[in-house]
């Protein structure tokens, strides 16, 4: 049993200074990195797209995408972004660091301002794993139920912002807000909690906001 437990250790343990190097290679460029955690079907890569065609133009955007098995939503992400890099993870529920160093040769650098990582879909294994990021932001949708952020309390402590999605649907599905919010507040209660709208736009422009508000701070 004792042996079982050093080998975890050793993983995270190892995977922590890969992380420790990327964020120096990272802040050496000044880009401001955001790992965005969400379930399957949450809209993390709808998200994505519409950020992406918002900030074209405006910023240098480069994305990585953790997929078990597909490249669909890079490819979907890719028209709006010249420098998308699809991982496959195989059966492996989360990205790890040594996967993001490999994946960071493939883009150029020197002409990122802000990279995204979308992780595999999984509200619980990607939390515990360190991938040199400035924030981790944890993503919701009210499709999937207000009970969320109470049975997955380590993306929700972890988080310097957290989404929740799909508001529109509000008036057509049971999800009792007060819950929410006070489930995140019991849990965070400095994270700000953006919500939004993908198919409708509600909610983007704070959205946007809040990514150009942690660039200029990375640059400050």
């Not at 074209?56 to 490249?71: I, P, R, S």
């Not at 040769?105 to 002409?111: A, M, S, T």
Request: proline share 4%.
């Amino acid at each position: 049993m004792t042996r079982e437990v050093m080998v975890v250790e050793n993983v995270l343990r190892v995977n922590d200074e890969l992380a420790r190097l990327l964020r120096e290679k990272l802040t050496g460029r000044r880009i401001f990195t955001v790992n965005l955690i969400g379930a399957p079907g949450c809209g993390k890569t709808a998200l994505l797209e519409k950020t992406l065609e918002m900030l074209a133009g405006e910023m240098k955007l480069a994305v990585m995408v953790g997929d078990l098995t597909t490249a669909r939503d890079a490819q979907r992400m890719s028209q709006w972004c010249p420098q998308v890099v699809q991982i496959n993870t195989g059966k492996s529920c989360h990205l790890e660091a040594n996967h993001v160093l490999q994946a960071l040769e493939k883009i150029d650098l020197g002409n990122v301002d802000l990279l995204f990582i979308e992780n595999v879909g999984n509200l619980i294994c990607p939390v515990g794993f360190d991938l040199g990021q400035d924030v981790k932001v944890g993503m919701f949708s009210v499709a999937e139920g207000d009970d969320k952020p109470a049975k997955h309390p380590y993306i929700v402590a972890e988080a310097s912002a957290l989404i929740l999605n799909k508001v529109d649907l509000l008036p057509y599905v049971p999800f009792r807000k007060e819950v929410f919010d006070q489930d995140i507040r019991r849990l965070n209660n400095h994270a700000p909690v953006l919500e939004l709208s993908v198919t409708s736009g509600a909610g983007l422009d704070a959205w946007l906001d809040w990514l150009r508000d942690g660039l200029r701070k990375k640059r400050a």
